[in-house]
């Protein structure tokens, strides 16, 4: 009887492989100023909203405002995203891709 040990799997075709998200060059622009950062925007990575971290809201220097209901952003495996619910959101901001 064979050992059941996992070897190289690098020329298997059923196993997959690592991919990089698709990510694109942007920059988010707080409305009604000059003010924006340079940043990579995640694409088409299946959450329902859209997400940005508390870095970014502090360096562009977002508003936050106070959600009336925690919102729950649950990933695959059954977690919540950060380990806890959404309690605020930020104002509206533009996003510039190139020159679109």
């Given amino acids: 009887m064979e050992n059941d040990v996992e070897g190289d ?14 990510i694109l060059p942007v920059t988010l622009w707080k409305k ?9 925007a995640l694409i088409d990575s299946g959450c329902t909203r859209c997400l940005v971290t508390k870095a970014v809201v502090d360096k562009i220097g977002l508003n936050l405002i106070k959600l009336k209901v925690p919102i729950k952003f649950e ?5 919540i995203l950060g380990g806890i619910p959404a309690t605020h959101r930020t104002e509206y901001i533009k ?6």
């Fill in 95 to 100: 996003m510039v891709m190139g020159e679109h």
């Fill in 9 to 22: 799997t690098s020329d298997d075709p059923m196993v997959s492989k690592p991919i990089q998200p698709f």
């Fill in 75 to 79: 990933q695959v495996d059954g977690s």
């Fill in 32 to 40: 009604r100023t000059e003010q924006g950062i340079k940043v990579g």
